[in-house]
């Protein structure tokens, strides 16, 4: 195990300690620990090897041992044990927002509650508010929680289906009886979150495509198997529903299974609207029904189809009924961004925060994939458990990198690091002065930890916006999808005060983030607040989120002139300190 992993498991025995009300300081030692190692700047298996964990702050001997096995054996008896002892309903309790270890405990002590149903019909009840404790407000909040977790456990991230759904493309793809064949449904609309996994094929020999299908590796169980369709549940949890066409059909069945729901009942509008009918297996010259070759309009595509309705092409990623047939009925759309229009990103950390590998190594890696430039954004001091940099490690840290492109230069690269910092955003202002932010190549301002109340959020980052030093406000609402809700805050006035301070907007790219959401780009856009699309990369692989985020970028209406860094070295320079000289 690593140290994520390592901390991840200690904070969780902390937890259930805590539910188990054992005493608060023993509870408390595993927090700390878990604390300790995440914020580690040395591999965790070095310091066990040579036998250092000692030197740890507030690490004895009990919990050395403890994270010596996960380490080295990646188990440890003692968490399994008292995890077993505790009833998982109580855990499962765990997971609804808003509810800790000691509300659980005296839930469970005082109304014999011992499950999330259980849970919600105390709630219901009114026994809940009754609690010395609790009240009126937190039941709601309680109830309120456990909708949430049901929405989120009914659906996935988009990199969890896509990560699940392209290596089954890649096998149709290749299939002797295979023609056409694509994805559809939200996955194909890059929706942030993905219900089922949709795949639209094209064969002559339906029976022999579904029995493929069906017996794919990763198949946990197959729910449904037709003629013409099947329904699987992919290991992992994920549903993902199969349609065989014919191929003359495929371009409708493709438009249809693409959707949205609001986006198919406008096309159908429009054929009614002509004197023809369309549905999944074709366009056709009728007013009922019908599935009839004989009565078709010939499409070869989806291009064509929309032709014959009196429209440009839409891509997936518009079909959702928000202005796409107001623009595709004068002409083309706007060419959207293309993930290989990014030359690099302006917010990523490295090992002097929370993330990994050495600058060196970040450079060599970025270079590696072809990308322009890198900006280190590690934590400020506010951030203590990622790590934050106080004002001399920075300064030390921006030494560093000019050191690393002053090697890239002489060895003939273009390639070059930026520096930078992701300050955080407090209560009175940022964790930085002014003076340190202004030696920085760029500054992304984020609210880590948000108020409770709308106005005192929106204030803090108008303020944020307002300071001449700071490029780009980082994750705006902080949201984690299918895991925490935005934070309360009014977007459309931060959009308002970055338009009026040239302030730009990340589209943070992590696939748990996609913060900025794509349905506000639009109105950035119309005010000309330019996007940032940021992978806030902590390891190398997660570069790879510039390609989820180019997506979510297009699904926002935007082009390659919205986004920063799709500008090439010399003209982002030009626009970071753009910003400074408006004051
Ligand atoms: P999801 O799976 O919840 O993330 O969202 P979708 O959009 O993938 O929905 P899904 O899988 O239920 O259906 C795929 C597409 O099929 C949907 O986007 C539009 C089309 N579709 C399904 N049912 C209907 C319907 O009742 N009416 C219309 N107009 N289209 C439908
Ligand atoms: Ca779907
Ligand atoms: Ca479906
Ligand atoms: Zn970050």
Known sequence: MDKDQVAEVLAEIGVLLELKGENPFKTRAYANAARTLEGLAEPLEKLVAENRLGDLKGIGEALQEKISLLVTTGRLPYYEE???????????????????????????????????????????????????GFGEKTQAKILEGIAHRRQYASRHLLSEALAAAEPILDHLRVHPDVVRCSTAGSLRRWRETIGDIDFVVSSAQPAAVIDFFTHQPGMQSVSAQGETKASVILEGGIQADLRVVSDREFPFALAYFTGSKEHNIVMR????????????????????????????????????????????????????????????????????????????????????????GTLAEIAQ??????????????????????????????????????????????????????????????????????????????????LHVPASDE???????????????????????????????????????????????????????????????????????????????????????????????????????????????????????????AKRQRH
């Open 269 to 356: 509008q429009r054929a009614i609207a002509r004197g023809l009918r369309l549905n999944e297996y074709g366009l056709f010259r009728a007013k009922e029904e019908t599935r009839d070759p004989a009565l078709g309009v010939a499409c070869a595509t989806e291009e064509e189809l929309f032709e014959k309705l009196g429209l440009a092409f839409v891509p997936p990623e518009l079909r959702e009924d928000k202005g796409e047939f107001a623009v595709a009925e004068k002409g083309p759309l706007p060419r959207l961004l293309e993930w290989t229009d990014l030359k690099g990103s302006l917010h990523n950390h490295s090992n002097w925060s929370d993330g990994r």
């Open 82 to 132: 008292l995890k077993a002892s505790i009833p998982a309903g109580l855990i499962d309790m765990l997971d609804v927002p808003g509810l800790g270890p000691k509300k659980v405990k005296a839930l469970h002590d005082r109304l014999g509650v011992d499950s999330v149903e259980k849970l919600e019909a105390a709630c219901q009840a009114g026994q809940v508010a009754d609690l010395d």
């Open 455 to 577: 106005a005192e959020n929106t204030k803090r980052l108008i303020r944020a916006a307002q300071n001449p030093h700071v490029h780009m406000l980082g994750h705006l609402t902080g949201r984690l999808l299918l895991r925490r809700e935005a934070a309360k805050l009014n977007q459309q006035a931060v959009i308002d005060a970055c338009a009026e301070t040239g302030t730009w907007l990340e589209l943070n790219c992590n696939p748990s983030r996609f913060d900025l959401d794509w349905r506000l780009w639009p109105y950035a856009k119309s005010k000309g607040v330019k996007c940032v699309i940021n992978p806030d990369a902590h390891r190398f692989e997660h570069a790879g989120f510039l390609r989820l985020g180019a997506g979510v970028a297009r699904k926002g209406w935007l082009t390659k002139a919205d986004v920063i860094n799709a500008l090439p070295l010399n003209r982002l320079r030009a626009a970071l300190a």
């Open 365 to 446: 890696a970025m270079e590696g994939l072809g990308l322009a430039y890198w900006a280190i954004t590690d934590h400020s001091r506010a951030s203590f458990q990622a790590n934050g940099l106080d004002p001399a490690r920075l300064r030390k840290q921006i030494a560093e990198i000019k050191g690393v492109n002053a090697r890239l230069a002489d060895a003939g690269s273009e390639f070059r690091l930026l520096t930078g910092t992701e300050v955080d955003i407090l209560r009175d202002g940022l964790d930085f002065k002014d003076d340190l932010l202004a030696e920085l190549d760029v500054v992304v301002a984020s």
